[in-house]
């Protein structure tokens, strides 16, 4: 299983004790303790700027990531990579009701891959597994870490996603801590296409992208748990609104997908906006 555990981007007494307390077994698992037998917060966002970018990478260079049991969406020794982007719209609790406009919009960046079916004893809806998770607010990652299973999120040193006239522009840089690094430029261009490395998962650009958006649950490996996590959740993409993207020759940087042996081709597309919510969270 994948190793989840979170390291400060910047080193020093402030970043240790953030570590101490994202690491921290004990406070997770009195929370669970706490929670068992109450009903989970729905959680809400009004989400904008959603931008999707998907890679084939090699499917059993992925195999650490997954689940026992878990069986991806492969085609010809290929599976779809999606990196996921967007700004958080006053993300927090539904019970909150007209406060949340209170609570902050954090940027996130989400790193997954595709299941062909649900896990057993899971809920058989369409199922991503997490691989990483960047938001670039330090207590909405504490929160992840302290009060979800399902999302363990990382911080980033720098973060920005610049929607322009003519183009979009993702930075995402670690420092020194866990987040993974990303730098890459989207021109908005008038009309999709199709990569022909593409054609085994859709038969259209539109078909693909129908797929790449339906998404109900998540799953994330817990090699400190020795378990699965599960996440429900709610996002109804609104596919007219859908507009397509062309990745900038030259302007890719990701360790990661190189390691996986991403493809040079990407199907990318952007969402203006999108009601998000977390239904639940839970170990299987």
Known sequence: ?????????RAGL??????????????????????????????LSDVVDVVYATWLVDAERVQSFLPKGARLWV???????TVLSYRHGHFGPALAGPLRRCFPSPL??????????????????????FVKNIIDNVWYVLGTRVFSDSLPSHLARRFSLTIAERSIALDLHPGAGSAPRLAM???????PS???????????WEE??????????????????????LGTIRLPIDLDSVEPLALERGTLE???????????????????????????????
């Open 14 to 43: 402030y970043g240790a004790l953030i570590e101490r307390i994202a690491n921290c077994a004990t406070l997770a698992r009195t929370r669970r303790t706490l929670t068992r037998h109450l009903p989970f917060p729905v959680l």
């Open 1 to 9: 299983m994948m190793e989840q555990r979170y390291v400060h981007p």
């Open 194 to 204: 199709l990569p022909a490395r593409f054609d085994a998962f859709g038969r259209t």
């Open 254 to 284: 990701c360790p990661l997908l190189d390691a996986l042996g991403g493809t040079v081709e990407a199907i990318c597309f952007r969402v203006p906006k999108v009601r998000f919510e977390v239904l639940s969270d839970r170990l299987l």
């Open 108 to 129: 996130q960046s989400n790193w997954r891959l595709y299941l062909e079916n649900p896990l057993p004893h899971a809920p058989d809806v369409p199922t991503v597994v």
């Open 75 to 81: 085609r010809d020794g290929r599976t779809p990579f």
């Open 208 to 229: 693909l992208v129908a797929r790449l958006t339906l998404q109900d649950a998540a799953v994330v490996p817990r090699a400190d748990l020795d378990a699965v996590a």
């Open 185 to 191: 430029t989207l021109a908005r261009q008038g009309s």
